[in-house]
């Protein structure tokens, strides 16, 4: 059994355990719309550097949801599971009525519909987009759970990023994902504890990451000057040779 169908096994348990309606349907709607679609880096366009599908991804952060046994009601954790399954089919599933169909044609719960949209990244162009982007996050503590799991297995994944997409990354959950969080942990006594550990995870990856990309980038400096170097004695070299 591979990894993708012990992960879709251990969430239909639970969805099935708990009598989750809407996480039922998205279940089935996630595999039926991502399963199959390779994920690519949104900022770098590259297809495959992740390394998984969508519907992978999806269940990873659905698993990581799970295990942090958040203290919700009934209702809200449906709607948390449902939306962290369907997170990334507003941008990549072939919607006609951009996402509405998670409500018209899936039937669920509208606010599922409401927190993916929220927290599909779409149409950024501006640092102000980027701020406005968290800034409609932070205001939905369901949408700030969402948004911190799947940047969590995204900071897994930033192994496979060259060094520049790396710090990119890394930049972004810094300077805006983790100031969010600071304001979600002052708003949202009753989803500390999960959050705080989504955090600490997030820290300690992107600090290992840090390090790691900061020695490689030194590196590259040191071959650029060598290879500076190396191009301006070639050059003498020609000259002496073309003067001779």
């Known amino acids: 059994m591979n990894q993708i169908?012990?992960?879709?096994?251990?969430?239909?348990?639970?969805?099935?355990?708990?009598?989750?309606?809407d996480s039922r349907i998205a279940l089935k709607a996630s595999?039926?719309?991502?399963?199959g679609i390779i994920r690519i880096n949104?900022?770098?366009?590259?297809?495959?550097?992740?390394?998984?599908?969508?519907?992978?991804?999806?269940?990873?952060?659905?698993k990581l949801l799970i295990d942090l046994n958040i203290p919700l009601t009934?209702?809200?954790?449906?709607i948390l599971i449902?939306?962290?399954?369907?997170?990334?089919?507003?941008?990549?599933?072939?919607?006609k009525k951009c996402g509405k169909e998670l409500t018209e044609d899936y039937h669920m719960d509208p606010r599922v519909y409401e927190i993916v949209r929220v927290t599909t990244?779409?149409?950024?162009?501006?640092e102000a987009d980027l701020q406005k982007f968290y800034d409609n996050i932070k205001v939905d503590k369901l949408a700030v759970l969402i948004a911190m799991a799947d940047r969590s297995n995204l900071v897994e994944n930033v192994y496979a990023l060259s060094i520049s997409e790396a710090l990119y990354y890394i930049r972004e959950v810094r300077d805006y994902a983790l100031p969010m969080c600071s304001y979600a942990l002052e708003h949202y006594p009753e989803i500390h504890f999960p959050l705080k550990l989504l955090v600490s995870k997030i820290h300690r990856l992107i600090d290992v990451t840090d390090i790691i990309s900061r020695r490689?980038?030194?590196?590259?400096?040191?071959?650029?000057?060598?290879?500076?170097?190396?191009?301006?004695?070639?050059?003498?070299l020609r000259g002496l040779i073309s003067g001779l």
Request: aromatic residues 12%.
């Open 42 to 62: 949104d900022e770098f366009d590259r297809k495959g550097v992740l390394q998984q599908t969508y519907f992978e991804h999806a269940l990873f952060v659905t």
């Open 82 to 95: 449902a939306s962290a399954l369907c997170h990334d089919t507003i941008a990549h599933a072939n919607f």
């Open 31 to 35: 595999r039926e719309l991502l399963e």
């Open 5 to 21: 169908e012990v992960l879709y096994r251990f969430i239909d348990h639970y969805i099935s355990s708990h009598a989750l309606r």
């Open 121 to 126: 990244k779409i149409d950024i162009c501006t």
């Open 216 to 236: 490689y980038q030194e590196k590259e400096n040191a071959y650029k000057k060598e290879i500076i170097s190396l191009m301006e004695e070639n050059a003498k």
């Open 74 to 78: 009934e209702k809200e954790t449906d």
